[in-house]
């Protein structure tokens, strides 16, 4: 691939993830159609336009060449290996979400705070948004892990194949609450104050329904009302916003109180995911189950996307077991666990045996070198 003069560390890894290839499975939905795109130890796609006709010519490039990054277009295209992009003759496209854990104090060492909150905004995109406000199935849904930091959520449909990119952009608006605010969902007729019904769809109806089931905690109760600290009182409202009227108790101060419950349940996925995945047609995104560069792990394709409550990253997504390899951190590197093993801290400048799926971390990360 590259011509430049790999690093120990690179061409420890690339036969490492060469072996890997050899002995792993390998399954692309459309294979002959995608554009591939392999990358490297200082670029995640250093090379694009590339095409196979077949897994065992896929495999046996990924055998050779050893990429650190492989990953392949949402797009299906005739002609995928031509150049420049029209050319390529696009078909159709999956609809794709990618969800990245915020960032955080744990930087570069994803903190099991940061992959939990990662995890719960993929569930809550499934749960609260493609499946109930899309219709999707979730027989048309696949989630893989990223491999390092978070998730993609595959929408593999009729009904999105050939949507093009205002459409696409509309949908990540959609979800990502793009101009939604509470004076668009809430207005005064006189004394009374009317918003949306529990059983509405869209975000009025996803605000209605949280809002209620939030009544049931006392303390948020009484921030809205002092006499909602009396079940009949809670009952009533409750009942009342079912049909789309907002204040039957006589909340003080109500659309200030109601505006700042809205923005701290933060409903929508805004920040959460990356709106210029979902609406680029051409868009290359990690092919599932190959491995990071960054990582080390497996972009691991779940088996169902109910299988993602349930999935733990640091310990299921490593695929290198526990020979012991020798490497010299060249960073300060905290405690972590990775499969079965628990290490760390460790200073900078200091040499550590580790299990081979610790040590290939810390080498993906940059972090440690051969020792």
Same mark, same amino acid.
């Given at each position: ?14 036969? *490492? ?75 159709? &496209? ?13 930087? +570069? ?28 199935? +979730? &027989? ?65 109806? *996803? ?5 209620? &089931?939030?009544? &049931? ?39 200030? *109180? ?114």
């Amino acid at each position: 691939m590259s011509g430049l003069v790999q690093t120990p560390e690179e061409t420890f890894l690339r036969k *490492k993830f060469s072996a890997h290839y050899g002995a792993s499975p390998i399954f692309v939905l459309g294979l002959d159609r995608r554009e591939f795109g392999f990358g490297g130890w200082e670029k995640k796609i250093e090379f694009r336009h590339i095409a196979f006709r077949n897994e065992s010519e896929l495999r046996a490039r990924l055998v050779a060449e050893a990429p650190l990054y492989i990953s392949h277009s949402v797009a299906y295209y005739e002609f995928p290996d031509a150049r420049p992009m029209p050319r390529k003759n696009w078909l159709g &496209s999956d609809l794709i979400f990618d969800l990245d854990a915020e960032a955080h104090a744990c930087g +570069k060492f994803t903190c099991q705070e940061c992959l939990e909150g990662v995890k719960a905004d993929a569930i809550k995109l499934i749960e609260e948004f493609l499946l109930p406000d899309f219709g999707f199935s +979730k &027989s048309e849904l696949a989630v893989n892990f990223s491999g390092s930091r978070g998730y993609h959520v595959h929408v593999v449909s009729d009904a999105v194949y050939s949507l093009d990119r205002e459409a696409r952009r509309e949908i990540a608006d959609y979800v990502s609450g793009t101009g939604l605010s509470f004076e668009r969902l809430f207005w005064n007729e006189g004394k009374k104050f009317f918003g949306p019904k529990t059983g509405q769809g869209g975000f009025g109806g *996803k605000f209605a329904r949280a809002f209620v &089931s939030r009544l &049931s905690d006392d303390a948020f109760a009484l921030s809205i009302a002092r006499k909602l600290k009396k079940p009949e009182e809670k009952e009533k409202l409750k009942s009342a916003i079912a049909m789309g009227n907002w204040d039957n108790i006589g909340i003080v101060n109500r659309e200030k *109180k109601l505006s700042e419950k809205f923005d701290e349940m933060k409903l929508t996925m805004a920040g959460r995911i990356d709106a210029n995945v979902t609406a680029d047609t051409s868009k290359l995104i990690r092919m599932p189950d190959t491995l990071h560069g960054g990582s080390g792990f497996a972009a691991k394709r779940l088996s169902s996307p109910d299988a993602i409550s349930a999935f733990e990253p640091m310990r299921s997504a490593p695929v290198f077991g526990g020979a012991p390899l020798k490497v010299k951190a060249t960073e300060a590197v905290p405690a972590l666990n990775i499969r079965d093993f628990s290490f760390g801290p460790i200073p900078s400048g200091e040499t550590r045996e580790l299990p081979e799926a610790c040590a290939i971390y810390l080498i993906c990360k940059k972090a440690a070198v051969l020792a």
